[in-house]
Each structure stands twice: as structure tokens, then as C-alpha cells.
């Protein structure tokens, strides 16, 4: 039996849901899901340029679920670029946590997904 997930804290809220190719109809093309919790490490990582080990402590996780998220994320981009799959950003209910984060002179929410 798995172990039940734990919460995961995300500053990040996306302000899309989809990337797509170019002239191509949405109804005509295979999709990509990209997790809200592989979205951070991606900014995290590879936006912010983090080690792993800060990441996932800003995160609230292992170093090794960091790493099988930022994995997991890669695959999922590369598949999408490579195929000309189009990129959705899965949205799921979200508990605010109780501070906010000062990061860049403005205040963002930090979220803990399940």
C-alpha cells in the first residue's frame, strides 16, 4: 500500500491553463497534463536556478520527491514540445496556508496541495 501524499507548498498560481502549438485547432491535438506541484519545481529548479535540496525544502518535501517531480515534469514539457502535444496546467482545490510569503517586493499566497 502507498504511502499517503503529503501537503506540498506552492507559491505559485498560473495565470493559464493551456500552452498550444501555433495554428493548430485545440479539438485536433493530444494533451499533456502539468501538475501544479510540477509547475513549482520547474520555476523553482529551473526558473530560479535552486539546488534541488532548497527546492525541496521551499517546498516542504524530500529531496527525493523533489527530484522524481522535477523528473516527471521534464518528460512531460519534452513530450509536449517534441509531439506538438498541447501543455495543460491541471488546477485542483488548493488549501491557503495561513502566512504569506514576501518573494520579489510583493506578496504571494503559498498553497498546499494534496
Known amino acids: 500500500m502507498a504511502r499517503p501524499c ?3 507548498r506552492v507559491r505559485i498560481n498560473p495565470r493559464f491553463n493551456y500552452f498550444k502549438p501555433c495554428g493548430m485547432p485545440m479539438r ?3 494533451e499533456v497534463n502539468l501538475t ?3 509547475l ?3 520555476r523553482l529548479a ?3 536556478g535552486m539546488y534541488q535540496e532548497q527546492a525541496a ?3 516542504n518535501i524530500s529531496r527525493p520527491t523533489f527530484g522524481r517531480i522535477i523528473e516527471s515534469a521534464h518528460k512531460k514539457i519534452a513530450e509536449a514540445l517534441v509531439k506538438g502535444k498541447v501543455l495543460r ?4 482545490p488548493v488549501n491557503l496556508s495561513l502566512k504569506n510569503i514576501k518573494k520579489e517586493k510583493r506578496y504571494e499566497d503559498s ?4
Do not use: F, G, H, P
Request: glycine letters at 0%; proline letters at 0%; one cysteine or more.
Open 6 to 8: 503529503c501537503c506540498r
Open 28 to 30: 485536433k491535438l493530444q
Open 36 to 38: 501544479l506541484d510540477e
Open 40 to 42: 513549482e519545481a520547474i
Open 46 to 48: 529551473d526558473l530560479n
Open 57 to 59: 525544502q521551499s517546498m
Open 89 to 92: 496546467i491541471e488546477t485542483k
Open 111 to 114: 498553497i498546499c496541495i494534496r
